[in-house]
């Protein structure tokens, strides 16, 4: 039931930004000085982060308390904001993995579920986004954007001998927009994220797929035909520019939106999808 009523607010939530997007659309300003800032409308986006933070509940740091490895970690930006996440050890990492949950998720929320990842060898770093959780400051995309880059370069500089890069819905557009034609990943796992989000009011620079690479042999985007919150019809652009550049293309019949799979089964088949993918050299 409660994955019902998520779904149903999600879409009530995306058709509100459509309906705001016409009025606010003269307003939207394509370069900000200021990175907390609007960039999707000066209404509409505040409105919607509101809307998905809500969602999205409190923190509770007890979910993560008899978690193997787990550690708290604080993130400092370059404008002073500290963000909140956690950090699953592997003994002996070979490779970071940082996963950029979705818009209605919170990094506690999903510590326990991302344990086989650090159980191949890899750190597991999520952070909640700005505003979300006990992360500070305003919850804007460009500012998210800005965070998630200095997040990447932190972690480059630590050492890993592979950079690893999960993106669940609204994460794949951060990733993308962040580091998506760069050389910074090893390799990048975009899922369930739209093609486009300037027809949300959004300036055309933040379109997920304008931001992938020209060599996409790194990357891999996967799309659920029961995914009623990013329909494929929502990603068919994507899908295909980026099969075009040597992608890896993963449409399964049976997916839905991260998290609202069907059965336990098909979660654990997604994920395995997704790390076999990660873990090729």
Known sequence: MRRVIITI???CGLLLWQSFA???RAMTVVKQPDTETAVCGAFREPFMFWLWRNM?????PQAVANIPGVEPLRFKTRDGITLAGYKLAAENPAAYLLVAPGNAMLADQLVADLQPFRDRGWDVYL???RGYGNSQGKSRLAAIVDDYG????HLNAQGYRKRLLYGISMGGVILLNAVGKTDLYTRL???SSPARISNLGCPEQYDPVAHLPKDGVRVMVISGARDTVVPPGQMAELLRVAGSRGARILQDGEFAHPYQDSAPALHRRRQSEVATFLAQE
């Open 9 to 11: 607010l999600l879409l």
């Open 22 to 24: 016409a009025s606010e």
């Open 56 to 60: 999205a509940g409190v923190a509770n």
């Open 127 to 129: 952070y909640d986004y």
């Open 150 to 153: 200095e997040i990447v370069a």
């Open 189 to 191: 796992v975009v899922d």
